[in-house]
């Protein structure tokens, strides 16, 4: 997983909850990178995962409730970052699609060793979406927070049905709702 993950995750946890809460977060969850890292490194997903896991430990919040909050700031954090994902786009229906197609190219370039989620979109009918998530990482709460934070960036409601689907890699399907 790449760096730039961990340390927007770190840095959201600083902001939500304190540099003591990292600290202690870091100490406690005895990593092999020490918690050290840097935005363009590689790390072993299990970090992240057995940080999310000490940090709900921590604060009381649920793992999934921690992941989904993550994607939401980390949706934030990609629109700073990366502005011309965004650009000519006018709502969540419109950018999911694009993720595969055009966002992750533009990741791949950036980072070449990075290993993406894939995300295959199908619209069934105007104001509907359709999107699996396949990850060998399985964390599909990040990725609905990520789909939160369109919303939120578009200013949109959405209704998001998650049902987990029987495959290898695990997959997630999202039916997404529109909401007027």
């Not at 599909?140 to 200013?155: Q, V």
């Not at 949109?156 to 029987?166: D, G, M, N, P, Y």
């Amino acid at each position: 997983m790449k760096g730039i993950v961990f340390t927007e995750f770190l840095e959201m946890a600083e902001n939500r909850f304190s540099a003591q809460t990292i600290e202690q977060l870091i100490e406690q969850a005895d990593l092999p990178s020490k918690g050290i890292y840097t935005s363009v490194g590689t790390y072993d997903y299990h970090e992240m995962v057995t940080l999310v896991t000490h940090l709900s430990g921590l604060v009381g919040n649920s793992v999934p409730d921690l992941l989904k909050e993550f994607g939401r700031y980390l949706l934030k954090r990609f629109v700073a970052k990366f502005p011309h994902f965004f650009e000519g786009i006018s709502s969540t229906l419109d950018f999911l699609p694009r993720v595969e197609s055009f966002v992750h190219l533009e990741v791949k370039k950036l980072y070449p060793d990075a290993e993406l989620p894939t995300f295959s979109c199908v619209l069934p009918k105007p104001g509907q979406l359709e999107m699996t998530y396949r990850s060998t990482r399985n964390l599909p709460d990040l990725a609905e927070g990520l789909i939160l934070g369109c919303a939120e960036y578009f200013g949109e409601s959405l209704a998001i049905e998650k049902t987990e689907v029987a495959e290898n890699p695990p997959a997630v399907l999202f039916a997404i709702t529109a909401l007027t």
